[in-house]
């Protein structure tokens, strides 16, 4: 698929690795696990949100704006990285940051939001859980425009189909590294929150000979409702790049069993998945995506569903600044 004539700025040079996890698959005696090395992107600690950003950011500045707004969670990773691309392009940014977990913000905490106070954002506006992001976002480029800016809305973690078609060039990049190094991949498995890496990764794939399944590990939202959020983002990123070949709803793979009571709340899988990839491969994962992510590898290979002989692609889409927030539960 031809990308090229769409507006890109580019926050990493060459492609990221992609790395075999040789002594986490032989403790395991299952599949070979790969790994697909995204906490190397670009931009502040890295991570997928800056494909998406080399997008968002490119439509922002085609619209002239000087200003981005966006919003994630108190310790968003989605948050750091656009304020990082706004740092590098001389843009203002302002965050909205929302109190999924009651009381959890703290202005003084660690991690990621140590980095926005670093990176020094325009303002930060925190909400309740559950308030309405978009109205809030509104409401901030209304003041913004008051006081003479173009503010440009960055919706939560990236994920539109402007954002996404970071993952359809990853699914490019992916496959055209397989090629090369002649590895055959049979299921690829990644974090899925505000859908847009798993959505392009679906939408690349299917333009794709290779068509590698996708295999969805819910961080939040129940199945259903997070197999709807990714269908729909799949068919608005598919119309945007006018994409004739289009996925079947079944081929929206997701288990929601490893969020445990609750986005970003500790469950023992992520433990024992972020001190593995750290003693056995010197990987740093992070407790609300990647951890949990890895707990769903490790818990799907122990019951049969990936199986010896086969490969499996371990998306890392990075996260391990919010590692330095979260000391306690590993000490
Ligand atoms: C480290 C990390 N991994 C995975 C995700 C989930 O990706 P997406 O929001 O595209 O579903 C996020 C989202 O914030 C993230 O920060």
Do not use: W
Not at 18 to 29: D, G, P, R, V
Not at 78 to 90: M, V
Not at 198 to 211: D, I, V, Y
Not at 246 to 258: A, L, P, T
Request: charged share 25%; glycine share 10%; with cysteine.
């Amino acid at each position: 698929m031809d990308l090229t004539s769409i507006p890109r700025r580019k926050y990493t040079y060459g492609a990221t690795p992609i790395e075999y996890l040789k002594n986490l698959s032989k403790l395991l005696n299952g599949p070979d696990i790969f790994i697909k090395r995204d906490d190397h992107l670009g931009l502040a600690g890295g991570g997928n949100k800056t494909r998406k950003l080399e997008f968002l950011v490119a439509d922002a500045l085609k619209n002239n704006a000087d200003t981005l707004i966006t919003c994630g969670a108190v310790q968003s990773n989605h948050c750091r990285l656009t304020l990082s691309a706004a740092k590098k392009e001389q843009l203002d940014c302002h965050l909205v940051l929302e109190e999924r977990v009651p009381n959890s913000y703290n202005p003084k905490a660690n991690g990621n939001n140590f980095l926005y106070n670093l990176l020094n954002a325009a303002s930060k506006t925190v909400v309740p859980g559950g308030s309405d992001m978009v109205r809030e976002m509104e409401k901030l480029a209304k003041k913004v425009e008051a006081e003479g800016k173009k503010p440009y809305i960055i919706p939560m973690g990236g994920s539109n189909e402007i954002g996404a078609i970071g993952y359809v060039a990853c699914a490019e990049e992916i496959n055209s590294q397989l090629r090369e190094s002649s590895i055959d991949i049979d299921y690829i498995i990644t974090p899925t929150g505000s859908a847009g890496t798993h959505a392009g990764l679906l939408t690349g794939m299917a333009e794709s000979s290779h068509n590698i399944p996708i295999v969805g590990i819910s961080v939040n939202n129940e199945k259903s409702v997070q197999e709807e959020n990714v269908y729909r983002l799949v068919e608005k990123t598919s119309d945007y790049l006018n994409i004739k070949n289009r996925i079947e709803k079944s081929s929206v793979k997701i288990f929601d069993d490893y969020i445990g009571p609750g986005y970003s709340l500790s469950t023992d899988g992520m433990i024992e998945a972020v001190k593995l990839l750290s003693q056995r491969e010197g990987i740093l994962l992070d407790p609300v995506y990647t951890g949990k992510t890895m707990a769903g590898l490790i818990d799907l290979i122990r019951q049969g569903y990936f199986k010896k002989g086969e490969k499996v692609l371990f998306m890392h889409t990075g996260g391990s600044p919010a590692l330095f927030n979260y000391s306690s539960l590993f000490q």
